[in-house]
C-alpha cells in the first residue's frame, strides 16, 4: 500500500515549502492541490464568467482538462494542453480559487484526480481537506499553522521575489478573507483532521517543521 503524508492549513503556512523539501528528503511524490484548484479558477477568470454563479463554474470544469505532469521532479500544471504553472500564482487567481472551490462539482472533480494521484505512489499531499476528506486513511497527518502575521510576511516576499507589486495589508486582508472563507463552506472546510499532528510554525525553521513531519513517517512505516 502507497505511504501518503497529508498536509492541511491555511494560506500562507508554508504548506507547500515544507511538503516539497519532505517530498524530496523522502523520495515521495509532490502533490499540490491548491494548484488544481487555482487552474479551475484561472480558467473561470480567463472566460470572464461570474466567479459566484455556481451554474456557470460548473459548465466551465465540463469543458475543462487538467493535467498534471512532473518535469525535472517538479509538478506542471496544464490547462487544457498550456503549462500554467507560473501564471495561477498571481492573487487574483488565490481569492477566485478559494470562491469556486466551495462548488461540489469543483471539489468532486479534483477529489477523483488526487486521490487516483495517491493510489499507487508514495505521496506529500498539501491543502485543506486532504486528511479529512481527500485521504482520510493517510498514514500521517499535519494540520499547519502560523499567526496570520507570519503568513502575511511570507506571502508578502514571495510576492516581492517574483516581481509582483504587492501591498503588505491587502496580503493579510485577503488572506484572512480566504481562510474564512475555506474555514466556512458547507463542503469539506479547512478544519484539523481528529488525529493530525498540529504544529505552529511561527517561530520555527523549515528544517525544524520537516524534522518533525519525518519523525512521524519513520514512527508509522
Ligand atoms: O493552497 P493554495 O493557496 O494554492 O490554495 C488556493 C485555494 O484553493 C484555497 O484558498 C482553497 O480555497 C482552495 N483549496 C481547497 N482545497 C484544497 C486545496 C486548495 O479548497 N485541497
Same mark, same amino acid.
Given at each position: 500500500m502507497a505511504f501518503n503524508v497529508a498536509i492541511d492549513g491555511p494560506a500562507g503556512a508554508g504548506k507547500s515549502t515544507i511538503a516539497k523539501k519532505l517530498a524530496k528528503q523522502m523520495g515521495f511524490v509532490?502533490? =499540490?492541490? &491548491?494548484?488544481?484548484?487555482?487552474?479551475?479558477?484561472?480558467?473561470?477568470?480567463?472566460?470572464? *464568467? !461570474?466567479?459566484?454563479?455556481e451554474a456557470a463554474v460548473t459548465e466551465a470544469c465540463k469543458e475543462l482538462d487538467?493535467?498534471?505532469?512532473?518535469?525535472k521532479g517538479e509538478q506542471q500544471v496544464y490547462l487544457n494542453g498550456e503549462n500554467v504553472t507560473d501564471r495561477i500564482r498571481a492573487e487574483e487567481v488565490g481569492m477566485m480559487a478559494s470562491l469556486v472551490s466551495s462548488y461540489a462539482a469543483v471539489r468532486?472533480?479534483?477529489?477523483?484526480?488526487?486521490?487516483?494521484?495517491?493510489?499507487?505512489?508514495?505521496?506529500?499531499?498539501?491543502?485543506? =481537506?486532504? &486528511?479529512t476528506a481527500v485521504l482520510p486513511r493517510a498514514q500521517v497527518k499535519v494540520y499547519l499553522t *502560523? !499567526?496570520?502575521?507570519?503568513?502575511?510576511?511570507?506571502?508578502?516576499?514571495?510576492?516581492?521575489?517574483?516581481?509582483?507589486?504587492?501591498?503588505?495589508?491587502?496580503?493579510?486582508?485577503?488572506?484572512l478573507r480566504r481562510d474564512s472563507q475555506d474555514m466556512n463552506?458547507?463542503?469539506?472546510?479547512?478544519?484539523?483532521?481528529?488525529?493530525?499532528?498540529?504544529?505552529?510554525?511561527s517561530h520555527m525553521t523549515i528544517d525544524e517543521v520537516v524534522s518533525v513531519v519525518v519523525k512521524q513517517i519513520m514512527l508509522r512505516r
Open positions: 509532490y502533490v =499540490d492541490t &491548491g494548484a488544481m484548484y487555482r487552474t479551475i479558477a484561472l480558467r473561470v477568470l480567463e472566460l470572464g *464568467a !461570474d466567479g459566484r454563479d487538467i493535467s498534471i505532469r512532473y518535469e468532486e472533480k479534483l477529489t477523483q484526480l488526487q486521490q487516483k494521484m495517491a493510489e499507487k505512489q508514495d505521496v506529500v499531499m498539501d491543502g485543506r =481537506d486532504i &486528511g *502560523a !499567526d496570520a502575521e507570519v503568513r502575511a510576511m511570507r506571502r508578502y516576499a514571495e510576492l516581492q521575489a517574483r516581481g509582483e507589486m504587492c501591498d503588505m495589508e491587502a496580503i493579510k486582508a485577503d488572506i463552506r458547507a463542503i469539506s472546510p479547512l478544519k484539523k483532521a481528529p488525529d493530525a499532528i498540529e504544529v505552529d510554525c
